[in-house]
């Protein structure tokens, strides 16, 4: 099944009271009927697909075409399957805001007590992995403020995250699914779909980005100093206005620490790089326009939406 996105546009309040209280109630008998026809993976493979996924969303009653169908949806889904772990054999962790950061917290949380079959390391970085290539990774002009780490006892897992972008007023909804991820950094969604492309898009999971990764991965393990005084040169170039990397964005000297964090930890590959505390769009977007201004080694500007 075919994984992605989904856009959708931005509308504020949130679900009454006396709505959510019943599309919970739902969400949890539709859950524990598909896991007992077909197991918990299958209700894994189905949040990962967003035609489904929106679908579902308009059974349990929240039928608007908006962003709050995903905060809502998988709400419910965390409330209502919460206690139930052994029955249906899935776990929900994360959600909006300042819940999604806490998402690594209830991963490790269930493994102690004794919810998880396997150790929760893998889990952690899974849902880490995807939060840093939804933001960083791929920049499409959405900011990720909704996190949902949807999960196994066995370790198998699912993502469902949303970002912002407040120029055309529409969310992004990107799903994850384990079972279709071979690599973090290339190609992790099997499929995107989207009705509003992003602008000026910086796609560094891209197959095609490949080469750009490892020019980039061998930068960061440059001293700060010539990272930093290369910017300086490529802001006195005049630059075409097709490119897609804004100068004006990057400050090189507020960059200087996070290089200084890079060059010491001597990453060995792109994925380790983008995985680095401290190192998100700007870093990545820095180091991007210097490989290709400086070594001809352009990343993917496509939309995969």
């Known amino acids: 099944m075919k994984t992605g996105t989904a856009t959708l546009p931005l509308h504020g309040g949130k679900a009454p009271a006396w709505l959510f209280s019943r599309m ?17 993976e299958e209700m894994l493979r189905r949040l990962s697909d967003p035609a489904w996924f929106q679908a579902f969303g308009a059974v349990l009653g929240f039928d608007w075409h908006s962003s709050g169908v995903t905060t809502t949806v998988c709400g419910a889904l965390k409330d209502g399957l919460r206690g139930l772990e052994h029955e249906s054999g899935l ?35 899974a849902s880490k992995m995807a939060a840093k290539v939804d933001s960083a990774g791929l920049q499409d002009g959405y900011q990720i403020y909704h996190h949902s780490f ?12 949303q970002g912002m972008n407040g120029q055309n007023r529409r969310a992004r909804r990107y799903h994850w699914l384990s079972d279709t991820v071979t690599d973090y950094v290339v190609e992790p969604h099997q499929a995107i779909t989207s009705q509003a ?86 870093t990545i977007r820095a180091l991007t326009l210097i490989a290709e201004l400086v070594y001809d080694t352009p990343a993917g500007r496509n939309d995969p939406a």
């Open 197 to 282: 492309p992003g602008v000026a898009v910086l796609n560094l999971v891209a197959r095609e980005s490949l080469p750009a990764q490892d020019v980039i991965t061998q930068l960061s393990r440059e001293p700060p100093d010539r990272i930093t005084g290369r910017l300086n040169r490529l802001k006195h170039l005049s630059m075409p206005a097709r490119h897609a990397v804004e100068l004006q964005d990057i400050h090189p000297d507020n960059l200087k620490k996070i290089f200084l964090s890079t060059y010491e930890r001597q990453a060995e590959s792109f994925e380790v790089l983008l995985g680095l505390p401290g190192v998100g769009p700007k």
């Open 150 to 161: 949807f999960f196994t006892r066995q370790g198998n897992w699912a993502v469902v995250q």
């Open 91 to 125: 776990l929900v962790a994360g959600g909006k805001g300042g819940v999604s950061r806490k998402t690594p917290g209830e991963i490790e949380a269930a493994a102690a007590t004794g919810k998880l079959l396997i150790e929760p390391q893998g889990l952690v970085y």
């Open 24 to 40: 919970r109630l739902l969400a949890r008998e539709i859950t524990l009927a598909i896991v007992s026809e077909y197991g918990p």
